[in-house]
């Protein structure tokens, strides 16, 4: 896609490797040459000032012009933007920056992405632009996402890019707007959806992973690490390297240390979409009625038991809606029409349990 100057937007729950892949495939790219925006930095609240982008974005602009030092002229354009040094720049000196940062406005972005794009053209290498964790983006106030976006397409000729989204509803949003808005005349991102490893590609993925670090693990361990991570590289990945640490310490681990580790990540994961949502003790109320139901069940039996066991009052529709926005952001799995699940990977479910029960224990 790259290569055939297409936009791309890659997919997938968080830990399926989007992230991953894009860099080991910009790595495989002598010709190209990245600025990564890592909105995976934003938090979890509902939204951000400009400021907080504009700093990203010089982040990455920074990360670019000190890698890159064919494009050290860039970091003078940045500076007279900001009216700063170059090197305060290129050092991200914020003592310097920060109170500059309030009059830093979309075209500033734009106009600092022409100029990489056209150095890069220089240089004979292209520019691809990596926003990862794009759904990030709706939370900024006052960045232009559509004129970002379409300057890139009028007037950066070498430049292509990659978004990747986690929350992919919400991605999609963006894509279909950008898409939609008049002078993008037809121009796609190509969507790439990952997927969980099936159960022969995680186990493959831990016997060469444990192949390389030189060691020998009990097939019974592999079978239920396979089991209970459910095909998430990021589980996955955090289990090889964990249990590889441990042995090569001489204290192999339990498995059950290495899910309630990931639990965790989950349980904050899930927390801090609660305190930042509107409904957070229903959506708690949803999960633990989801866990009763056995994991699985249907709008109606969600809503029977919510209503008995919460004393709530709640109707199909709103119900609907709560739904659909756990299903956005992975918490809950539609299993098909009307039918919804808890993640089967074990992490995930517990996670989710322990937050939302904490959430109600809490909050009475
Ligand atoms: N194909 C893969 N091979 C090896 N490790 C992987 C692969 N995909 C992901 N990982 C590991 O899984 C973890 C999560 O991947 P990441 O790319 O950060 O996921 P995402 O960006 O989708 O949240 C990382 O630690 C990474 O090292
Ligand atoms: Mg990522």
Redesign the pocket.
Known sequence: MIRHKDFAAVL??????????V??TLNELPDYVTLTLNL?RLGSKKSYPMETFSKLFLEGAAEFLRKYTFAGKVSKIIANRLGVNPEDILELNWLKISVKLREFKTEDVNEITRALDSIARDNKKGLVIFI?EVQNLKKVNGFDIGSFFHDIYEWCENTVIVV?G?VVGVTEEILNQVEEDKPFYGRKFFRIK?ERFDETESEE?LRR?FEEEGIKVKEEIIDEAVRLFDGI??W???FGRSYSYSVKHSHPIDIRVVVKEAAKQVSKEFTGFLSNSNSPRRYAEIILSLSRLGNKGTLSEIRDVMNSLYKENIGDSRLHELLRTLVAYGFVIKSGKGKYSLPIDLPSRLGLKHSAKMWLKRMP
């Open positions: 997938g729950i968080r830990r399926i490797g989007k992230t991953s892949l860099k080991v995976g990862d990747s986690s990952l993925f992973g590289p990021g996955l990945a955090l």
